[in-house]
C-alpha cells in the first residue's frame, strides 16, 4: 500500500521555525520526486518545494525561498522541509507528494503527482 504521512506540524509564533516530515512507504522511493504544497482557508492549493534525488533537481516557490530547506534521506524514505523565518501567511494545512520525475515538466503543477499524503497543519500568530 502506498502511503505519504506528513508530520510535524503545529503552532508556532511569527519568525519561528517547524520543520515537516514526509515518510513515504509502499513505492520505491528513488525513483519519485517530492513535492511540499500548501492549503490556506479558503484559497487553492500552492506549490512549496520540489526535490528529485535521481536527476538533482531541487525548487522552491519564490515565497518561500531563503526561508524554507527541503532535504531527503533516502536511507529513511523521507523528505523533509525546515521552514524558518515563518510568517502568519505561511499558516495552511501542508501536504507532501510523489510525482515520477521522467514525467513531471511543470514541478509545480498538482497534477502531475500520483501519490498524496494526507497533510499537516501548521498555524503561525502574529
Known amino acids: 500500500e502506498v502511503q505519504l504521512q506528513a508530520s510535524g506540524g503545529g503552532l508556532v509564533q511569527a519568525g519561528g521555525s517547524l520543520r515537516l516530515a514526509c515518510a513515504a512507504s509502499?513505492?520505491?522511493?528513488?525513483?519519485?520526486?517530492i513535492g511540499w504544497f500548501r492549503q490556506a482557508p479558503g484559497k487553492s492549493r500552492e506549490a512549496v518545494s520540489y526535490?528529485?534525488?535521481?536527476?538533482?533537481?531541487?525548487y522552491y516557490a519564490p515565497y518561500v525561498k531563503g526561508r524554507f530547506t527541503v532535504s531527503s534521506d533516502n536511507a529513511k524514505n523521507t523528505v523533509y522541509l525546515q521552514m524558518n523565518s515563518l510568517k502568519p501567511e505561511d499558516t495552511a494545512v501542508y501536504y507532501c507528494?510523489?510525482?515520477?520525475?521522467?514525467?513531471?515538466?511543470?514541478?509545480?503543477?498538482?497534477?502531475?503527482?500520483?501519490?498524496w499524503g494526507q497533510g499537516t497543519e501548521v498555524t503561525v500568530s502574529s
Open positions: 509502499g513505492f520505491t522511493f528513488d525513483d519519485y520526486a
Open positions: 526535490i528529485s534525488s535521481s536527476d538533482g533537481r531541487l
Open positions: 507528494a510523489a510525482a515520477d520525475p521522467t514525467r513531471t515538466t511543470m514541478p509545480f503543477n498538482p497534477d502531475e503527482y500520483r501519490y
